[in-house]
């Protein structure tokens, strides 16, 4: 398929942690070309936002603020799968967490991976629910 799917998601209680993966080894990907590999999430009644993402021309990553110390992405040497292991979760954490992947320009840098409009490949998402 070529829609990235997600799983990991679930329940946990506060301070715990969760490792997110994301499968998209139905997209067919050039090693000629240049991807954003992007975890993004919604909570109930807020807009979408960029949580974390790398790009594949020099690996370097994006964290939200919100998230930097305790999220980490990582990818496996085939872009196959995509992971975000997240801790010491908060409540605020709660949301769907998307995965997506997107082809961009051989110039493009690692900061303009958090734009969600460069993103082709979505997943469905995975819930997240953090309890205090």
């Known amino acids: 398929q070529v829609q990235p799917v997600e799983s990991g998601g679930g329940s946990v209680q506060q301070g715990g942690s969760l490792r997110l993966s994301c499968d998209a080894s139905?997209?067919?990907?050039?090693?000629?070309?240049?991807?954003?590999l992007g975890w993004f999430r919604q909570a109930h009644g807020k807009e979408r936002e960029a949580v974390a993402s790398?790009?594949?021309?020099?690996?370097?990553?994006y964290y939200a603020d919100s998230v930097k110390g305790r999220f980490t992405i990582a990818q496996d040497n085939t872009k196959d799968t995509l992971y975000l292991q997240m801790n010491t979760l908060k409540p605020e954490d709660t949301a769907t967490y998307s995965c997506a992947v997107g082809e961009v320009s051989p110039d493009s840098s690692a900061s303009e991976c958090r734009d969600s409009t460069l993103y082709t490949y979505w997943g469905q998402g995975t819930q997240v629910t953090v309890s205090s």
């Open positions: 139905g997209i067919a990907y050039s090693i000629l070309r240049r991807y954003c």
């Open positions: 790398v790009y594949t021309g020099d690996g370097i990553t």
